[in-house]
């Protein structure tokens, strides 16, 4: 089974807009952690965000914050006032449990597209 | 301060013979992760090291596959006997050592695999 859905394969935003990533995850473990990955073209993963289980408040870095709820097991990204250079590939990904391994399991991924 | 690197950055190489590939994490990071990702696919997960310990492996990595990270620095990831279907990218990651609020991995800009 899917530990990790992206429905939405492609995505388009105008420039300065705000736009919603979705991720929904699956875990039994009480202890995890989701992320959101950025991929430009040069294929370079690029750490955006990150989430604990048992963080009280959604986390927030610069424009982007991402929407956790945590019964519906949903874990969306929301960039603020889109820029050109947002165009990229964007993965959720979780990791699961209190090891040192620390494995993280990566979705499909969602292309995103800002329109100037 | 400079990030995980990898060489090469391309490989074409033909159906049946050898390759190696070769990644050095960010100094200090005592952990190293290699993850495959093929076309329109996120990462998938395939080796943890721990310092020279290879900790974990993931069933994708055939009997064809072996790493290494000999002294606990750098890492090799060796195929043999090359098929088609390993044509991807791999990617290198690492994490420092200790607790991290983030978890964050920090990813190298991968070696593309072309196998014909």
């Known amino acids: 089974a899917q530990k990790i859905t992206q429905t939405q394969p492609g995505m388009f935003v105008q420039e300065k807009e705000a736009v919603t990533l979705d991720c929904t995850y699956d875990t039994s473990d009480p202890s995890y952690g989701l992320f959101w990955y950025k991929q430009p073209s040069s294929g370079e993963m690029i750490f955006l965000i990150y989430q604990g289980s048992y963080d009280q408040q959604n986390a927030t870095e610069g424009r982007y914050s991402l929407n956790f709820q945590k019964a519906r097991k949903s874990a969306n990204l929301v960039i603020s006032a889109s820029q050109l250079g947002d165009s990229a590939m964007y993965f959720c990904?979780?990791?699961?449990?209190?090891?040192?391994?620390?494995?993280?399991?990566f979705g499909p991924g969602t292309s995103l597209s800002v329109i100037p | 301060d400079t990030g995980v690197s990898q060489d090469p950055r391309h490989k074409i190489t033909k159906r049946g013979q050898n390759v190696t590939f070769r990644c050095d994490p960010i100094?200090?990071?005592?952990?190293l992760y290699w993850y495959r990702q093929t076309l329109g696919q996120g990462p998938e997960f395939l080796t943890y090291?721990?310092?020279?310990?290879?900790?974990?492996k993931s069933r994708l990595l055939s009997d064809r596959f072996s790493a290494e990270r000999p002294k606990g620095s750098f890492s090799t990831l060796e195929i043999q006997r090359t098929e088609q279907g390993d044509s991807a990218m791999y990617l290198c990651?690492?994490?420092?050592?200790?607790?991290?609020?983030?978890?964050?991995?920090?990813f190298g800009p991968g070696t593309r695999l072309t196998v014909t």
């Open positions: 100094s200090e990071h005592n952990r």
């Open positions: 990904a979780m990791r699961e449990g209190e090891t040192s391994y620390d494995k993280v399991i």
């Open positions: 090291f721990q310092n020279e310990a290879q900790l974990e």
């Open positions: 990651a690492s994490r420092p050592p200790g607790t991290s609020s983030s978890y964050e991995q920090y």
